[in-house]
């Protein structure tokens, strides 16, 4: 007889995604790098160019990127998780977008701009990992940060609790 596996929690599962996002990344450049030169290096305005995107990228990020309602102070414990969670999902999105933005702007002048290399490409994803890592990846900072703007008000979201498939209120150490 089998049993039936509990549901993963809602971390793991954003894990999964953003892992997995981070990986194909990679694996663009990979196969960019049978498809473009290897040998030649973009003109210098290019990394400059993805750079300043990637500054941008950063400060939008921080700017917009966490921007969630705040859970008012009445809200029950059960609406307050889900809320909590969907904003968290939501503004995790807006991150990602911005982020990976960086690397899809890369691709695109590594076939726009001559020399046509891989460089192009590697820097654009290199500079996007980063954002990602820093931004996007679902850590106890980006947790807790997200968290603390769902609570500015009063209200509980109990955001940590939920994500690692906790009942809302239980707390506990996190486990990322």
């Not at 859970?71 to 999902?89: H, M």
């Amino acid at each position: 007889m089998t049993t039936a596996q509990p549901a993963a929690a809602p971390l793991r599962t954003t894990q999964i995604l953003v892992g997995s996002v981070m990986v194909a990344l990679v694996v663009i450049t990979a196969v960019m790098s049978g498809v473009l030169a290897t040998d030649v290096y973009p003109p210098t305005w290019v990394p400059w160019a993805l750079g300043v995107l990637a500054v941008a990228s950063f400060l939008l990020s921080n700017a917009i990127g966490y921007n969630v309602p705040a859970i008012a102070p009445s809200t029950p414990p059960d609406e307050a998780a889900v809320a909590g969670r969907l904003a968290f999902q939501s503004s995790l999105f807006l991150r990602l977008a911005l982020s990976e933005a960086v690397a899809v702007i890369g691709l695109v002048l590594a076939f726009v701009v001559q020399p046509q290399t891989v460089m192009t490409v590697v820097i654009g994803t290199v500079l996007a990992l980063a954002l990602l890592a820093w931004h996007v990846w679902p850590s106890a900072r980006v947790i807790s940060k997200v968290e603390q703007r769902l609570d500015r008000d009063g209200g509980r979201s109990h955001l940590s609790d939920t994500l690692h498939g906790r009942p809302a209120g239980q707390g506990g150490a996190l486990l990322s």
